[in-house]
């Protein structure tokens, strides 16, 4: 049998097996490969809820998902072409997610009578031969067996064999698609650079999987994926919360202040802490503290005493540290929260993304507590807007909420990152010292911009007290005076709305600024909006995208450009928060379209979603 | 704009070191503000004790920082003229905590009570302790809720009748100078607002160790809890049901020093001195000493329970040794982070691996 060479413009694989199967490593080993070739791409991992949930069952799946392609990819894509799956409850798990027609490549191992069983498939039932996936291309292979059998000249034992077996399969998707083996063999060699043998049998493992494609003659195609059109410039793939901790370790180089983290280790944000504390030589300092209070109130300390506090959790933790936000926003001194959602409300589904903390972030502190809110886009935007996040902190001495999710935090995208010498500096203002004078020192007077300037410990002639009372305007003293609250209330606001004079004008991601429709997103959802806003173009609607990075306050030509067309839709991965908002602020009848099933946002779904809401619109005008 | 002097106290902390400390007086450490505690309050007392010595503790006005949860005492912070932070309750310690450790510099003292450090704050107050951090805790222990008046507090012994316990409180009370040292706290010792001249001694060992010098100060109530602690401060109960403790001293009490603490064993035992025991059979105490540091912060009974208590209630630094402190250890840590690697900013950003499109 022949081989056919075939060229597609986008792919989408899904490698699923166990937990102990090591398929997030092969997925990104994947990726690694697919970036250097220059295709444009994103990722989803999706890890099982339970660290060690019993293997080779269901809740113990653990999948990745690349969309790659040699057009723009902003998603890691709604279905996929090829499902590799190392057992039968990876299948199961994940079946729906493959378009029909599309490639199985099955590990015949894990598909024994034990397999099954754990999986939960009907006694004597076996997907691979009752006929139950006729509609799919199914391809069983014997990666067990041909693993063992590549390694049986080595002195490894049973477990260091069968912990090769994903590189099998990572070689023959390899030579699937056309991608070289070196770059991976460089990994193995640097990785196990201490067990040479452990290298040296992933290596061989991954070459037997690459010849086995191309010898074994069952694979009637092969497919080219040609180099996408990115702007020229260095590139390297990065995640969320990767791109997250680099953005704070900028603003502290950029800023010349030392960062101080305190956190408490959640899901899915813990991978800032463990990346933070990695960067010790750049003035971080990291602090795990023993609640998620401890970390906020942590972080407050340091901000009073002239570092860069930065505090980070998920939901559940955020709504523990809401008393120490109010705190920082009665004391006006910089704090940065980062608050990588996840599906509530409680415990809800930590691994599973969502949106649903907007409201939280706006409202969810006692008394009237105005904080500033941001919100990256994409797993490299998440950079820009840590950035963004400090500097608006630093400079405006207020508390700012960083809305990323999961999706983003494990997602990841190419990046042309960016040069120190790009990144704008950071301008602090201190109170300076003073020696003998007599003007009493007044910790709330206020610049312009309603901003008071930062007075730190250790120095000379300003010492003074702040606190969670009350404060009288200038001085700071404690004051129950009703008019002075009012004031005070007012000024607190008055202050966060400024900061939109230091933010940029709302733009039009594409489409006309004008118009018809348009879409209107906030955070993780950018790349499903504007993959399903293109296509809607090429089809020829009349249909604009425009996404929020800065929610709070919002940009100064937000309520025109929303003027500027007849209808506002505002999807969300939530039960309708931002499009509340929006309503609440400019009172504007925006239609939400929700999602709240702890994924993203797929294209073909959110196309249909705006059809639909459009057509309800015809049918309100003609009847 | 930054200031050249802000950044150079960010990075080298007090240029003067204790040298070129001027001659403070405790009024230099008196605020403007009004001191707004009921008339009689203890607190009145330890304030202006902790102003009489700040002048003693070689700092720099300008690097002494007081930070206070929520409850009576945490108004301190208002009337000291140094840099102070009225802050959240029960969250004093985390917040000192931050300020310590990027700022090691800075003398940090953090004013709490019984409900604020030993019930709602009580986890930040263990993991301050268990941690190390060079700080001062004064714990103001009146046994009451003053600010919201009167609720029993995690130290009111059993059977407070107050007015959430109308019948009397069924919670078994903490022993603070216990969990302290259950928490492997490096500094313990206890003091009380009616005998001054030792409250400045305990302060001035608290501000003097490395560490999380843990100061217990029994603080009467006058409004709604007063007299609380009347077997250890009234004159003719005190030499009876106390006991001052010395580093180096044995341990003996009473009105004539006729009693004595002895040691059986590992039971303690009060003996009076004469015919069968000397000074020379008492227990020597001696702050480096755990077990025997243990054996003491155990002495606990309340006064309310019982006229006479079997042992006096100790007075001092009960326990002091040295153990590194966590500030200390992250400056260590990220010093030698710095040293191992040169920031670099866009190798960083870079990261492991490229590719170029062109
Ligand atoms: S209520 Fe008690 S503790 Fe509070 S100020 Fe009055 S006397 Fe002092």
Redesign the interface.
């Known amino acids: 049998m022949t081989t056919k060479d075939q060229v597609r413009e986008e792919v989408t694989i899904r490698f699923a097996g166990d937990s102990g199967d090591g398929m997030q490593l092969t997925g990104s080993l994947f990726t690694n490969t697919t970036a250097l070739l220059g295709n444009d791409l994103r990722t989803l991992p999706e890890f099982p809820a339970e660290i060690r949930a019993p293997a080779g069952t269901v809740p113990g799946v653990s999948s990745f998902q690349l969309h790659f392609g040699s057009t723009e990819i902003m998603t890691p894509g709604d279905v996929c072409d090829v499902l590799v799956v190392m057992n039968s409850a990876a299948l199961k798990a994940n079946l729906s997610l493959l378009k029909k027609g599309g490639i199985i490549i099955a590990n015949i191992d894990g598909f024994d009578k034990k397999n099954l069983n754990l999986a939960k498939y009907p006694e004597g039932e076996n997907p691979l031969e009752d006929g139950s996936l006729d509609s799919y291309r199914v391809y069983e292979v014997d990666v067990s067996s041909m693993t063992k059998e590549a390694l049986s000249e080595t002195d490894l034992s049973y477990k260091e064999v069968d912990r090769c077996k994903n590189m099998f399969v990572l070689g023959l998707l390899f030579w699937m698609y056309n991608r070289p083996v070196e770059p991976t063999i460089k990994f193995l060699q640097k990785k196990f650079g201490k067990e040479p043998r452990i290298a040296d049998a992933n290596v061989n493992v991954l070459k037997t999987g690459y010849h086995f494609g191309e010898t074994a003659e069952i694979f009637s195609s092969r497919y080219t994926v040609e180099e996408a059109d990115l702007k020229p410039g260095t590139y390297r793939n990065i995640t969320g919360n990767e791109s997250t901790v680099l953005g704070l370790v900028a603003a502290t180089q950029k800023s010349g202040l030392p960062l101080f983290f305190g956190s408490y280790p959640i899901t899915p944000a813990s991978d800032i802490l463990h990346g933070l504390s990695r960067h010790k030589n750049f003035g971080v300092t990291t602090f795990q503290a023993e609640d998620e209070i401890a970390a906020v109130s942590s972080a407050i300390g340091a901000a009073f005493g002239g570092h860069i506090g930065v505090t980070s959790s998920s939901g559940p933790g955020i709504a523990l540290k809401g008393e120490a936000m109010g705190l920082a926003v009665m004391l006006e001194l910089p704090l940065v929260v980062l608050n990588i959602q996840r599906a509530g409300p409680s415990t809800g589904m930590p691994t599973k993304t969502e949106q649903a903390d907007l409201l939280q972030a706006m409202y969810g502190r006692n008394g009237e507590s105005p904080m500033v809110i941001v919100a990256p886009k994409s797993p490299a935007d998440c950079f820009n807007m840590a950035f963004e996040a400090c500097r608006i902190a630093l400079e405006h001495m207020i508390p700012v909420m960083y809305l990323s999710d999961g999706y983003l935090a494990n997602g990841s995208e190419p990046w042309k990152f960016p040069q120190e010498k790009d990144l704008k500096d950071i301008k602090v203002r201190f109170e300076p010292p003073r020696e003998n004078s007599d003007e009493p020192f007044l910790p709330y007077l206020r610049d312009e911009n309603h901003v008071r300037s930062w007075a730190i410990p250790g120095t000379e002639g300003i010492e003074h007290r702040v606190g969670g009372l009350e404060k009288e305007d200038g001085t700071g003293n404690v004051s129950y005076d009703p008019d002075n609250h009012e004031k005070m209330v007012k000024l607190r606001e008055a202050k966060r709305n400024k900061v939109a004079d230091f933010i940029p004008l709302q733009k039009i991601d594409q489409g006309n600024t004008t118009g018809e429709v348009l879409v209107l997103g906030w955070g993780s959802t950018y790349g499903s909006i504007r993959t399903a806003v293109g296509q809607l173009r090429r089809d020829g609607m009349d249909i604009s995208h425009a996404h929020l990075n800065y929610i709070s306050p919002f940009p100064r030509n937000l309520e025109e450009l929303l003027r500027g067309f007849e209808r506002v839709i505002v999807p969300e991965i939530n039960n309708g928060q931002l499009v509340r908002l929006i309503r609440d602020e400019f009172l504007i009848p925006a239609k939400p379209i929700n999602k709240i099933k702890g994924r993203p946002f797929g294209v073909q779904e959110l196309k249909d979603s705006i059809l639909n809401i459009l057509s309800e619109k015809q049918t309100v005008t003609e009847s | 704009?930054?200031?050249k002097?802000?950044?150079d106290?960010?990075k080298n902390?007090?240029a003067n070191g204790s040298n070129g400390i001027p001659k403070y007086s405790s009024k230099d450490f008196s605020?403007?503000?009004d001191v707004r505690w009921c008339p009689g309050c203890g607190d009145y007392t330890i304030l202006k004790q902790v102003q009489n010595v700040m002048p003693d503790i070689g700092v720099?006005?300008?690097?002494?920082?007081f930070?206070s949860g929520?409850g009576c005492a945490a108004r301190f912070?208002?009337y000291?003229?140094?840099?102070?932070?009225?802050?959240?309750?029960g969250?004093a310690?985390?917040?000192?905590?931050?300020?310590?450790?990027?700022?090691p510099?800075?003398s940090v003292w953090i004013i709490t009570g019984d409900g604020d450090s030993l019930s709602i704050g009580a986890?930040?107050f263990v993991?301050l302790l268990r941690r190390n951090v060079d700080v001062n805790l004064l714990l103001f222990n009146n046994q009451i809720y003053g600010l919201t008046k009167g609720q029993y507090s995690p130290t009111a012994p059993e059977g407070t009748v107050s007015k959430s316990t109308p019948f009397g409180s069924i919670d078994h009370p903490f022993n603070p100078l216990q969990l302290s040292m259950g928490a492997d706290g490096t500094f313990i010792a206890r003091a009380m607002d009616r005998d001054p001249k030792h409250l400045q001694k305990m302060l001035l060992r608290a501000s003097e160790h490395k560490g999380t010098s843990m100061l217990e100060i029994l603080q009467n109530c006058i409004v709604f809890n007063d007299g609380a602690f009347e077997l250890f401060t009234d004159k003719k109960s005190r030499p009876r049901e106390t006991i001052y403790v010395e580093h180096g001293e044995p341990l003996i009490f009473g009105s004539e020093n006729e009693k004595g603490l002895r040691l059986d064993g590992l039971t303690p035992e009060v003996v009076e001195l004469g015919s069968e025991y000397s000074k020379d059979d008492l227990w020597v105490h001696d702050e480096k000493d755990k077990t025997k540091a243990d054996l003491l912060t155990r002495f606990f009974e309340h006064p309310h329970n019982s006229e006479h208590l079997k042992f006096p209630r100790p007075f001092g630094v009960l326990y002091d040794v040295d153990r590194p402190t966590y500030d200390e250890g992250?400056t260590i840590?990220?010093a030698e982070?710095?040293k191992?690697?040169?920031?670099d900013?866009?190798a960083?950003?870079?990261?492991p691996?490229?590719?170029?499109?062109?």
């Open positions: 704009m930054t200031t002097t802000n950044t106290t960010l902390g007090n605020s403007d503000q720099l006005k300008k690097d002494i920082v930070i929520i912070p208002y000291m003229d140094t840099f102070g932070m009225h802050s959240i309750h969250r310690p985390a917040i000192a905590t931050g300020l310590k450790v990027s700022r510099e800075l986890n930040h993991q992250v840590q990220n982070a710095l191992r690697n040169k920031p900013l866009n960083l950003l870079q990261g691996e490229t590719w170029e499109v062109s």
